[in-house]
């Protein structure tokens, strides 16, 4: 028998609205700050240090959210957390991304105010009293903290990296016709309700969580930004890389098709496109070597599948990307599914030429409901999540 009771049996007649007898003396914080982390193990401490500095007389939590760093920074996440209970840390297995570390993080608190900022003490903790003042006077939903408003600065940046910044900047801008000076800050705070609200509607892909909370919600925020300086990081190294470009502009593809096609469905359909430059290439030379026709062709398709494979692997699904053993065993499962799909593609063309016969309708019709088969297929088995 079970013998596990929730709420405690003490507790039995508690009523919504009325304080849990158990521990009624430990009401929630006001405000959450939620901190994605990937291998961030020299910047905790002093993180949490410095917060807590700054928000002296405020109840608040700090909640880590780790793709489970190899470093150990939950090791110190969880000791702190022992030890002060304002101190949390959730750790995601088999899973990358920023935007969708700090989207759990912030739907796992029930603090009213809630901000989201990095680990690595580039954001400027101070800034974290003025920008909970803001929303507690109602003054706005939601608070960004802003290096391009006036007073504020990016030298924390390298010059490559700020021209690229206000490169994405501009095209935000443009884009989501939002009048802010800082679209793809990461340090920013809103009431929690906003959260809730939008939370269905985000993409969570990549780094540019507040593009993905401006352009996704169905109000307008009108937020107001803080200046600050970005600061040097604080040890470590940055996380973001070439792909950061590519995800930003999945994003904002997905986005403004009104996410009518998914960033991954668009990724998918990418490296699709790939995989018949791929095969048609391998045939090519594979004829030009005299080899039979049947044996180059089914090369060439091999070629692909697993060119194809790993692309998909190291892009579409570069936040659940599978390794080692895990990785062959894709690679065989994927194999599997666009064979499947190989074949519904023939089916579906010789059907419609048959009784139409119009080629290019039906070549078409037969590629894209192989493909659409092949991507759903693929997803559930090949790259399915692993909790
Ligand atoms: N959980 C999790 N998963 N956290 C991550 C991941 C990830 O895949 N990648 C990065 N982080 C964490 C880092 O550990 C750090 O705490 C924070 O996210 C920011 O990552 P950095 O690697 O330091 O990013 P950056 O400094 O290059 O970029 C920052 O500035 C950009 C504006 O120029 C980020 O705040 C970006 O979001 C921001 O757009
Ligand atoms: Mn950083």
Redesign the pocket.
Known sequence: MNQRQFPPSDATTVDVGRPFPCDASVPGPELCIV??????RA?IEVLVDRVALALRGIDWEIIF???D?RDG?LDIVRRLGLANRRVRGIR?IG????????IEGLLSTSAPFVAV????L??DETLLPRMLALLKAGATALVIAS?YAAGGG?D??SPG?RRL?RA?VRLARWLTKADVRDP????FMLRREVVELVAPRLSGVG????IDLLASSPRRLSPIEVPYQ?RP?HA?????NSL?ALEYLLLLAEKFSGHYFSHRFMMFGLVGATGVVVNLAVLRVLLVLRVGPTEAAAAATVTAMVSNFFLNNLLTYR?SRLGGWRAVRGLLSFMAVCCGGALVNVAIFRELYMVTGWWLPAGVAGAVVGALINYSLTQAFTWGSRL
């Open positions: 901190v994605p982390t990937f291998n961030e910047n959210v780790d793709d760093s920074t995601r899973r990358r991304g920023l935007s969708s570390a700090a900022m990095d680990g690595d580039q954001h290096r990016a924390g940046l990296r910044s994405g793809v800050s990461g340090f780094t540019k969580i507040l970005f990081r470590g190294e940055s996380k973001l950061t936040d």
